[in-house]
């Protein structure tokens, strides 16, 4: 495949992104697998870009780079999107999706968020508490 041909398709999962009013990191983040799905499929035509070609790339993000599972499961959302929304694939998202290790979260103490916060000043203290009492995500601060 040409760099027209990829800058096409690209171009077409940015304009599907827009048309659905999708957040600019999902834009960044799928436009980023979508090019290096692309560029591991190289050679084949969009036609080739389907089912087998993902599982291919997944087992390569999978064997090879060794990738997390969430990382994996990112990219298998982002080749699904591209496959199904931009390629028109039949079998678009037939993919197993990785499963990553059960972990605890750890959490801090109501005692040990009060000692964080008592060493912070200014804006960060604020920005901190904030972020503690009402629950928001650090972006949404």
Not at 23 to 45: G, H, I, K, N, Q
Not at 95 to 109: F, T, W
Request: glycine share 6%.
């Amino acid at each position: 495949m040409d760099g027209v041909a990829r800058a096409a398709i690209l171009g077409a999962v940015r304009r599907v992104i827009r048309s659905r009013q999708l957040s600019v990191r999902t834009e960044e983040t799928y436009l980023r697998w979508a090019e290096r799905f692309l560029r591991f499929m190289d050679p084949e035509t969009p036609d080739g870009l389907c089912a087998e070609a993902a599982r291919r790339f997944m087992e390569h993000l999978a064997v090879e780079q060794r990738l997390s599972a969430s990382t994996q499961n990112q990219a298998a959302s982002a080749i699904a999107f591209l496959q199904r929304e931009v390629l028109n694939c039949p079998d678009a998202g037939a993919m197993p999706r990785a499963k990553g290790k059960q972990r605890r979260p750890s959490v801090l103490s109501p005692a040990e968020c009060n000692r964080v916060l008592r060493e912070l000043g200014g804006r960060n203290r604020l920005v901190a508490a904030l972020l503690y009492g009402s629950g928001l995500r650090l972006t949404e601060c």
